[in-house]
Each structure stands twice: as structure tokens, then as C-alpha cells.
């Protein structure tokens, strides 16, 4: 029963039919199989169920305010402000790509739209400091992954519905491999040009006078996380009310630059349905195929299946972390995330480890599928951006912090308490 | 008719995308509200339920039209023209016919909620049968544009205008789609930097 609906999963995806028609069909399949009940019919109601979860509301807001945030032009004066800063370091400006990456991307949800809002500010600056291409564009690509990690999170909070495990905590699971991935990533900067200074550019001795002048532009994205994180954990409002209320803070950030317009707000509009629709009819074929899956027994019957084969926890674990890094090669990171988490999040937890941890775990090695090629969109958005050069010096320099990214799921594993100790104390 | 179901579905997600702006500035204000004056609305969540099964049905299928609904490239892209030409209208037939589905089975949960006259479990007690009517609405336009893509999809292939149909429903290479999210940056990122 496994072995057959897993072969049928991946050959509709290899031939190419859209992830939500693949998961709505393999639903229709199984229950057609191997349930004594037409699960079918209930395909109303769970799709009504699925497409009104308060939760879930989340997400288009987050899309939203990233895309109010990408038309005010906030990033490029973080990103001036971050630069001024960190430019005297070894490594330079390509701190403030991370810096500013993750800053940027504390407050917005796609990280394929911070790629490209920090890669058009921060290429202009690569050529006129003289930057080894490589490394310089591999800091972009992967400082734009960090915004799934830090909070607030769009795929945080998918992991959380799909899993059933508090959003709130998963946040607070967020902050310290967030900001300690932050910090691996500046040091592979930070040792790369130690070793090869080749790949540094020319030195900007600081100004401390300019550097405080800059100060002004990083105001904006620290009020919004404020408001967004901190309105959730003072108790003042849900994770959709917070998403609402960075949603409303945006629109008048962006009024104050005299940004807003009707012609803004319709494209804002338009960018967000287009990435939100995507993913709500996953959402929603993913709730009907799961909706089968626990009526029929399958879980069950996997989790015996995997109790058959004697792994330990341990070397499950590593298969599992294998599978996602292939699988990621392959596949657009939300739909993979959508796809894989009702399934394999039960069988982690059934080995002994903690949702919110591996939720975590799981955040990373999307990352990671994000700056993997051959379906890496962060690579290509930085090479849209750069317009001449091979994708392959991309690929490369990107490469250092996939490794980066290995380390800290080597950490997480050795040590727990990395995601779960901020949890366990606020909680 | 070949610009005007675009065009609807355009509109659809402008719509859909208005109403999350004004349910956020709503939801925003009865935050303030609870928090500052101790007013209780409690309307905003229950509208925000609502304005998501619109974003996702009313969006379905300009994100059809933008080719945004994700599939996996990586093999069908190794095909020659016409086998990738093929193995797109296959996608396109997969998408059809779950749209057709999710539109049957909408449509029957929106009519036993006006049979049974249902009303939502909250102080608001909205007849159901209205947001699912708007949410069955967007799914009927999305079936419809699925088969209207599926038809001139097939046309084109019949008569070898290969390169049409794969920018019609063919799978955007990731090149392309970097550009489209880039083009929403450049312009205003440029002026920025002055």
C-alpha cells in the first residue's frame, strides 16, 4: 500500500502535473483503493474547511506586507545603513548582504523577493568595489533564505498548521538557529577572504560620522518586527492579527515615503494573489489528500512499514535529511513543504524527537533547497539580477553556506536546546 | 474571448487582493480597539476566514493565466518541443479535471448550506451560503479557464505552433519567472538609489 501510492505520487509529479491536481488525484486514488467509503464526496467539505483556517490567513497577509515592504524602499536604506557599518570587516560589504538579508527578511515572507530586493541595491555595489563575482552573489542568494528562519515566517506557520504545533512557539524555536545561522554565515565570509583575500573587494575604511547618519534606516524594519513579533508575544494578538497589523504598518511606512499608490496597491495586489493562490490550492489539496490518508489507515501502515525496516531513530533521521536535500534539488520549497510534513513530521515524532525541533530542522533544509540547484529560485533571481556571467559562479559561491546550513543541522542534532531552550523558557 | 477570460481573472485577483488589504486594516482596528478602548468586535477573524477562501478561488485562475501553479520541470524539460508541448497539455488536463472536481463538490457544499440554511456559530450568524457562493464563483471561473486553455492549448499543438503553446501553458523556465519577480523590484529600487 506504501511502496505503490509513493510510486504513483512521484511518477504524476515526474511528468509534470501541477502539485495540487498530483496530491488531489492521489487522494481520489486511495480512496478509491483502499477505503470502504466513497472519501471522495467529502472533498467539499474539507476544501471549505481548509480554505477558511484562521491560521492559515497568515499567509497571504505575510505575502501581502512583503509585498507592500518590496514597493517602499526601505531596503535600500537598510541596506546603505548596514553596509556603512560592517564594510571595514574582512569580507566588507558582503556582511551587510547577509545583514541586511536577514533584517529585510525578518519583516517580509518570500524569500525569493528579498533575493531580489537586496541583489538589485547590493550588485551595483560588487562591481564598483571590485568583488570576486562568486562569493559576493552566493552571499545574496543564501542571506535570502534566512527570512524563513528568523520570524515572523511564512513556512513556520505552515509547518505549525500542518503539524498542529503552536506557531508562537515555533518562533520562538526560530530566534537563536536564526541568528546563529546568521553568524555561521559571516564567518564563511569572514574565513573565505582570510584565506583568499582575492575574493574580498576594495577596503571602505569606516566613518563613524556617515555610519550614525545611516542609522535612520533601519528604524522602520526593527518597528515592524516589533510590532508584528512583539504584538504575539505579549498576548495582544494571534499570529493572523499580528499579520494584519504588520500588513496595516507597511501601508503606512509606505505612505509616509510617498509610496503608496492605486497603481502600488494593484500590483502589491496582484503579486500576492499570484504567489498565495499557488499555494492555498496546495493547501488545500494537501488537507483532502490527508483527510484520506488518516481515514484509511495509512499512517499507520507506514509507520509500521518504517518500524519493519530496524532503523534506528538516528539513521532515520539522516535518510530523512538526505531525502530532503535530493528532493529539494527538485522541487519549488513550499509545495515540498506542503507535500512531505503531514507524512513525515508523525514519523519523527513517533522516533522520539520534538515537532517544534524538527520543524526547525525542516525550515533549514528548505533553505537550503533554495541555493540547490537545478530548482534553486534564489540562484536564478541573483543571476536575473546580474545579467552577464555564468549561473555556475553562482551555484559555487552559494555552495560555502549550503555548508553552513549542514553545520547547524549538525548542531541541532548534537544539541537540542539550540531551538528548544528560547521555547522552554518563555513558554 | 481570448483576452476577456484573462481579463476577468485579472480582475478577480484585484478584487481578492483588495479585500485582504481592507480585512487587515479591519482586523488592525479591532486589535487597537480590544487593546486600547476594550471594545470587543470580534468580526475580523471570522471575515478574514472568509476573505481567504476568496483569495484562494478568485486567485485560482490568474495565477492559472500567470502560470504561477507550481509543477516539477525537471524531467518533462529534457523532452523535445513536442513531447514537453504534450506532457503540458496533460498538466493542463490533470489541473481541468481537479477543478471540475473541486468545483462538483464545492458546489454541493454551498447548496446543502442553503437547503439546511445554515448560519455560521458566531454572534454574526452569516447565512453560509453567501461566502460560498463567491468561494464556488472562483472555482467555476477557474474550471472554466482550464478548459478554455486545455482547447486552444490542443489547437495549437494540432496545427505545430509549438513555440504559442509553451508560452500559453507551458511550465515557466526559472530564468523567466526570476524576471517577472525582478521586474516588480528594479524599477522602483533604481529610483530608490538616487
Known amino acids: ?427 | 474571448m481570448v483576452n476577456f477570460l484573462p481579463r476577468v481573472a485579472r480582475a478577480m485577483a484585484v478584487a481578492a487582493g483588495v479585500s485582504l488589504i481592507v480585512v487587515a486594516i479591519v482586523v488592525s482596528l479591532e486589535v487597537i480597539l480590544r487593546k486600547v478602548f476594550m471594545i470587543s468586535l470580534n468580526v475580523g477573524s471570522e471575515m478574514s476566514s472568509y476573505v481567504l477562501a476568496i483569495v484562494a478561488s478568485w486567485g485560482a485562475a490568474f495565477a492559472l493565466f500567470e502560470r504561477a501553479h507550481v509543477r516539477i520541470d525537471a524531467l518533462t524539460r529534457r523532452f523535445s518541443r513536442r513531447g514537453a508541448a504534450y506532457a503540458d497539455l496533460v498538466a493542463l488536463l490533470g489541473m481541468a479535471l481537479f477543478s471540475l472536481a473541486m468545483s462538483w463538490f464545492a458546489y454541493g457544499t454551498f447548496a446543502e448550506s442553503l437547503r439546511m440554511k445554515s448560519r455560521s456559530m458566531t454572534p454574526l450568524a452569516i447565512p453560509l451560503w453567501i461566502p460560498q457562493g463567491l468561494w464556488v464563483l472562483g472555482l467555476l471561473v477557474f474550471s472554466f479557464s482550464c478548459l478554455f486553455l486545455l482547447a486552444r492549448g490542443i489547437r495549437l499543438v494540432l496545427a505545430n505552433r509549438l513555440d504559442e503553446a509553451a508560452l500559453l501553458i507551458g511550465s515557466p523556465t526559472a530564468e523567466t519567472e526570476a524576471l517577472t519577480e525582478l521586474s516588480q523590484v528594479t524599477p522602483l529600487a533604481e529610483d530608490n538609489t538616487k
Open chain 1, 1 to 427: 500500500m506504501i511502496v505503490p501510492s509513493l510510486f504513483i505520487l512521484l511518477a504524476l509529479l515526474a511528468i509534470g502535473l501541477p502539485v495540487a491536481a498530483v496530491l488531489a488525484l492521489l487522494g481520489y486514488l486511495l480512496s478509491e483503493l483502499h477505503a470502504g467509503l466513497p472519501l471522495w464526496k467529502a472533498m467539499g467539505e474539507t476544501s471549505w474547511q481548509a480554505s477558511t483556517n484562521t491560521v492559515i490567513v497568515c499567509v497571504p497577509m505575510f505575502i501581502l506586507m512583503g509585498e507592500v515592504l518590496l514597493r517602499s524602499g526601505i531596503a535600500s536604506s537598510l541596506y546603505q545603513a548596514t553596509a556603512k557599518w560592517l564594510s571595514w570587516v574582512p569580507g566588507g560589504i558582503m556582511h551587510a548582504n547577509i545583514a541586511a538579508a536577514s533584517m529585510f527578511a525578518a519583516t517580509s515572507g518570500s524569500s525569493a523577493a528579498t533575493a531580489a530586493t537586496i541583489g538589485t541595491v547590493a550588485v551595483p555595489e560588487m562591481k564598483r568595489n571590485n568583488y570576486a563575482p562568486g562569493l559576493f552573489l552566493g552571499s545574496i542568494a543564501a542571506g535570502g533564505t534566512l527570512g524563513i528562519l528568523i520570524p515572523p515566517s511564512i513556512n513556520l506557520v505552515v509547518y505549525g498548521v500542518l503539524t498542529q504545533t503552536s506557531i508562537p512557539k515555533l518562533y520562538l524555536a526560530g530566534f537563536v538557529p536564526g541568528f546563529l545561522l546568521t553568524a555561521l554565515f559571516m564567518l564563511v565570509i569572514f574565513v573565505a577572504c582570510i584565506f583568499w583575500p582575492r575574493l574580498d573587494g576594495d577596503k571602505i575604511s569606516f566613518d563613524p560620522l556617515q555610519a550614525f547618519r545611516t542609522l535612520p534606516g533601519l528604524v522602520p524594519p526593527v518597528l515592524l518586527f516589533i510590532i508584528v513579533v512583539g504584538s504575539i508575544y505579549l498576548g495582544w494578538a494571534t499570529p493572523t492579527e499580528a499579520a494584519s497589523l504588520g500588513v496595516t504598518a507597511s501601508l503606512i511606512l509606505a505612505a509616509t515615503r510617498g509610496k503608496l499608490s492605486f497603481a502600488m496597491l494593484r500590483d502589491a495586489a496582484e503579486g500576492t494573489i499570484r504567489t498565495s493562490a499557488m499555494i492555498l490550492l496546495i493547501f488545500v489539496a494537501a488537507s483532502f489528500l490527508n483527510f484520506v490518508i488518516a481515514t484509511t489507515g495509512l499512517t499507520a501502515a507506514l509507520n509500521s512499514f518504517i518500524a519493519e525496516l530496524g532503523w534506528s531513530p538516528f539513521q532515520m533521521l539522516l535518510i530523512i535529511i538526505a531525502f530532503y536535500l535530493v528532493l529539494g534539488c527538485f522541487m519549488e520549497t513550499m509545495s515540498m513543504m506542503i507535500t512531505t510534513v503531514p507524512v513525515i513530521t508523525p514519523i519523527v515524532v513517533a522516533m522520539g524527537y520534538d515537532p517544534i525541533w524538527f520543524g526547525i530542522v525542516v525550515i533549514i533544509l528548505v533553505e537550503a533547497a533554495m541555493i540547490t540547484p537545478p530548482v534553486g529560485v534564489n540562484l536564478y533571481i541573483v543571476q536575473a539580477v546580474r545579467r552577464e556571467g555564468s549561473l555556475n559562479s553562482i551555484i559555487v559561491g552559494a555552495l560555502p553556506f549550503v555548508i553552513a546550513m549542514l553545520a547547524l543541522i549538525g548542531l541541532l542534532i548534537a544539541f537540542p536546546e539550540i531551538a528548544l531552550w528560547l521555547p522552554s523558557v518563555l513558554s
